[in-house]
């Protein structure tokens, strides 16, 4: 395992930093019943899988498990978020077809990376109901984001011991 290895318990952690309640079962895209209605693509999970890989920081391991963990949990019990994903993923494959002749997922990571960029995530105002690149900045970067970030393994990378909903007492602040 290396330092910084997203592992179920990291998902867990991040789900009810936000929330979400998540009981025993495995948090599989299988999990989700039927993937013309409730679940996503094959290709949308692969853009997903990409999506995570640019934003995260190259020292993270294990991020498809970790996506697929986290992104089940949320979007389980909540269609209307699961559809408002899956659209602003295939808007995302749309922007890249159009752009670089090839689905998000095939391209690699530094293109990846410079169409992000040209499509203006980075600077755009998360909001979904807003433009593309603002759904695709609200409902999948600031997501995928949120997650890594108040897992523990995303926190103990950016020097925060002790993310919010993760336990770790005074022990955790160095001074005993």
Same mark, same amino acid.
């Given at each position: 395992?290396?330092?910084?290895?997203?592992?179920?318990?990291?998902?867990?952690?991040?789900?009810?930093?936000?929330?979400?309640?998540?009981?025993?079962?495995?948090?599989?895209?299988?999990?989700?019943?039927?993937?013309?209605?409730d679940?996503?693509?094959?290709?949308?999970?692969?853009?997903?899988?990409?999506?995570? *890989?640019?934003?995260?920081?190259?020292?993270?391991? *294990?991020?498809?498990?970790?996506?697929?963990?986290?992104?089940?949990?949320?979007?389980?019990?909540?269609?209307?978020?699961?559809?408002?994903?899956?659209d602003?993923?295939?808007?995302?494959?749309?922007?890249?077809?159009?752009?670089?002749?090839?689905?998000?997922?095939?391209?690699?990571?530094?293109?990846?990376?410079?169409?992000?960029?040209?499509?203006?995530?980075?600077t755009?105002d998360?909001?979904?109901?807003?433009?593309?690149?603002?759904?695709?900045?609200?409902?999948?970067?600031?997501?995928?984001?949120?997650?890594?970030?108040?897992?523990?393994?995303?926190?103990?990378?950016?020097?925060?011991? *002790?993310?919010?909903?993760?336990?770790?007492?005074?022990?955790?602040?160095? *001074?005993?």
């Amino acid at each position: 395992m290396t330092e910084y290895e997203l592992t179920r318990r990291d998902a867990l952690i991040a789900l009810g930093a936000s929330g979400v309640t998540v009981g025993a079962g495995a948090l599989t895209w299988e999990r989700l019943s039927n993937e013309e209605t409730d679940g996503f693509s094959h290709r949308q999970r692969r853009t997903l899988d990409a999506l995570a *890989n640019t934003i995260y920081p190259d020292e993270v391991a *294990n991020v498809e498990s970790f996506v697929e963990q986290y992104v089940v949990g949320r979007v389980r019990d909540r269609p209307e978020h699961r559809t408002g994903m899956a659209d602003a993923l295939d808007e995302l494959d749309d922007y890249a077809q159009t752009w670089e002749s090839a689905p998000f997922h095939e391209l690699d990571e530094a293109v990846r990376d410079t169409l992000l960029r040209e499509f203006s995530v980075d600077t755009a105002d998360p909001d979904p109901e807003g433009r593309a690149n603002e759904r695709v900045r609200y409902l999948l970067v600031n997501e995928l984001q949120y997650a890594l970030y108040t897992s523990p393994t995303g926190g103990k990378l950016v020097g925060l011991e *002790n993310p919010q909903g993760h336990p770790g007492g005074t022990g955790s602040y160095g *001074n005993n």
